[in-house]
């Protein structure tokens, strides 16, 4: 069993998806709104603070004023501050009716019975639930349950210098690994040969929780597959070595963090980085013109990182307010909205039937379209946010890129223990 504290403390140390941190609004639990009319209230809880932000208080609005059951308030709070309130706050009848919260949190919280299912929603073809993509929908579906209803899902992807593409007659985008390496060796510059590149061809995050899984994947492997932790296999070792054998081709920097990576990257020192659409806010603010390409495959398939938010409808809310958080989320992932949100807030859309040409207003979103379905979150199933879990995956992560550590071989099964202890805990 998983007790309450345990819980407790794998759900604060989630991952939540990069966004800003916001600012506080203001609304009460659900129910009857006095200034409603007699609608019911859906209060909901985000953290989106910046233009992702206004678009979902835009498409709040549109719903508000498009019909005369329900009205959704809106509270804004930073990411810390939610899961800080939430528990407590649901516990007691004071929170949110539907909130936004990361697959690895979410499942934590189903778990506790604080996030009900959805599969009422799912199951009404009127919502249309069944133009939503395969994958990203299977992360948040549990015991033969779906829990949450995609909000902001966000394909990693290959961000790169135009300028430096440019300089170096970079026309076509690599396909596999092999070709990607090359490529970052090709733009890394070292004009003293000191080992310390000026210019790096490619900054990857790897002392980061999803480096190594997304590694793994693309190479037809995991490191916890249907309750159990399936890191020590010799196609798992292969991918890891093929990797240690990459970084000793000095083409990027080593032990750094998803945010190091980026600084880099937009302090003109790298040529390439991995990232989510929100490169596109942090190019703009280095006025750096940027391009995108999807992830190269791996051996297996194509397998990126996906940095995902979703809907998730609480325990406090009644069969009213649920019913309107069901309509509300029905007009949140409508076509029409959808086109909205990935105009406007720059992730591409929950639906499979939005085409590039309707998004031409926005190319960076246009060229992400085909991502998606190529894109998984990552350690699906594992209790999310466990910090053993990632501290084990930080370490074994250094270990491969700087060459320490040991052989391969032995590393990947001395972290397969560790890992297998770890998880025993919350059984």
């Known amino acids: 069993m998983i007790t309450k504290q345990r819980a407790v403390r794998w759900i604060a140390a989630g991952i939540v998806a990069a966004a800003a941190m916001g600012v506080t609004g203001c609304s009460g639990p659900g129910g009857s709104d006095a200034d409603g009319g ?80 959805l599969q009422e929603f799912y199951d009404d073809a009127e919502y249309e639930a069944d133009t939503y993509y395969p994958n990203v929908v299977d992360a948040v579906t549990f015991d033969e349950q779906t829990y949450g209803v995609p909000m902001g899902y966000a394909p990693f992807a290959v961000w790169y210098n135009k300028a430096m593409f440019d300089a170096a007659g970079i026309t076509e985008f690599p396909a596999t690994w092999e070709a990607w390496i090359e490529l970052a060796e090709q ?55 093929w990797w240690r054998d990459a970084y000793a081709r000095n083409w990027g920097p080593k032990d750094i963090t998803l945010a190091e990576s980026v600084d880099v990257f937009k302090a003109g020192k790298a040529a390439m980085t991995l990232i989510g659409p929100w490169m596109i806010g942090i190019a703009d603010s280095v006025d ?7 992830l190269p495959s791996g051996p297996e398939k194509v397998a990126a990182d996906a940095a995902a938010n979703y809907w998730w409808l609480t325990s406090q809310a009644g069969d009213a307010e649920a019913q309107g958080a069901m309509e509300f989320l029905a007009h949140f992932n409508s076509h029409d909205s959808q086109v909205t949100w990935a105009l406007e807030a720059n992730y591409p859309p929950n639906r499979t039937d939005i ?20 894109t998984f979150v990552r350690l699906g199933g594992l209790p999310g946010g466990a910090t053993d879990v990632n501290a084990e995956l930080d370490t074994l992560s250094v270990h491969i890129t700087q060459g320490t550590g040991g052989d391969v071989a032995t590393l990947v099964a001395d972290a397969d223990r560790s890992l297998t202890e770890i998880l025993a805990e919350f059984e």
């Open 288 to 294: 750096m013109e940027v391009g995108v390409f999807e």
């Open 187 to 241: 733009l890394t510059v070292d004009e003293n040969g000191d080992g310390n590149p000026e210019v790096y061809g490619l900054s990857l995050a790897d002392k980061t929780p999803t480096f190594l899984p997304t590694w793994l994947e693309g190479a037809g492997g995991h490191v916890y597959d249907d309750g159990e932790v399936v890191l020590d296999t010799a196609e798992n070792v292969a991918a890891l070595q």
């Open 38 to 117: 007699g609608k019911t209230t859906v209060t909901v809880w985000h953290g989106f603070t910046e233009a992702d932000g206004k678009v979902v208080a835009a498409i709040a609005d549109e719903f508000n004023a498009s019909q005369e059951d329900y009205v959704v308030k809106l509270e804004v709070n930073p990411w810390n501050v939610i899961t800080d309130k939430l528990l407590p706050a649901v516990s007691s009848g004071n929170g949110p009716d539907l909130v936004v919260q990361t697959p690895e949190a979410g499942q934590g919280y189903v778990n506790q019975g604080v996030f009900v299912s």
């Open 355 to 374: 085409s590039a040409e309707e998004l031409a207003e926005n190319p960076f979103v246009a060229d992400m379209l085909p991502f998606t379905e190529n």
